[in-house]
């Protein structure tokens, strides 16, 4: 099973609110990722966990906040977004960071 | 930032074999290669990965010259549903942590 679920599908949010972003994976997995992709472009990296803790911020805006639960959960925390922040985010496991890393089918963000 | 190179888009018929060549001089010793598909609106999908020589598996090859400054991902008798943004990933180790970072991608067009 390679199975990484991502929630909601769909989310539409105001500039003022709070939201979050859920992904769960029961493979194992100790590396966890959180990329953005805008139409016709490719994901770009946000965050990577490594063994729960945070090891890689890619000098994301503060209004994104990740959160690693436990080692099968990843939330990223949304406050004060803009539109130009609306895109697909991708969430992504892999068994140790070094190697091949699963993605889930993302969260349609739209801020208006 | 990627540290890989592929054409940007690439043309084929159905039930021909298709290419897809990466570059990527700087691979560092411990990096391995890994190849996503990724259709509009969803998540990349894992086809191959390989350190060095051949790897091969259901849907795919993967060559690796002995210098492995480049790969090239063998799709073999691709059909219409086989349309879709390819990407060739070769990690980037940080003091803090492995990143993997997307490139641009090759979109393949497949035509009847």
């Known amino acids: 099973d390679t199975e990484v679920t991502q929630t909601p599908k769909h989310l539409v949010m105001g500039m003022t609110n709070k939201k979050s972003l859920k992904c769960e994976q029961h493979?194992?997995?100790?590396?966890m990722y959180w990329y953005k992709q805008k139409a016709k472009k490719p994901p770009e990296l946000m965050f990577v966990y490594s063994y729960e803790k945070l090891s890689i911020n890619e000098s994301v805006p503060s209004r994104f906040s990740p959160e690693c639960p436990n080692s099968s959960l990843l939330n990223l925390h949304l406050h004060a977004l803009q539109p130009e922040d609306s895109a697909l985010y991708l969430c992504?496991?892999?068994?140790?960071?070094?190697?091949?890393?699963?993605f889930g089918q993302g969260t349609r963000l739209t801020v208006v | 930032l990627a540290k890989t190179t592929q054409p940007i888009s690439m043309d084929s018929y159905e039930g021909q074999e298709v290419n897809i060549t990466c570059s990527h001089n700087?691979?560092?010793?411990?990096?391995?290669i890994t190849w996503y598909q990724q259709f509009p609106s969803q998540g990349p999908r894992f086809i191959i990965q390989g350190y060095k020589t051949k790897v091969t598996n259901e849907v795919a090859s993967l060559f690796i010259p002995a210098d492995r400054k480049s790969s090239t991902l063998s799709l073999p008798r691709v059909s219409l549903s086989d349309t879709a943004v390819y990407y060739c990933?070769?990690?980037?180790?940080?003091?803090?942590?492995?990143?993997?970072?997307f490139g641009k991608g090759t979109s393949l067009l497949v035509t009847p």
């Open positions: 700087n691979i560092a010793t411990n990096d391995y």
């Open positions: 990933l070769v990690g980037d180790l940080k003091n803090s942590g492995y990143a993997l970072n």
């Open positions: 992504a496991s892999g068994p140790n960071g070094y190697t091949e890393a699963f």
């Open positions: 493979m194992g997995h100790r590396a």
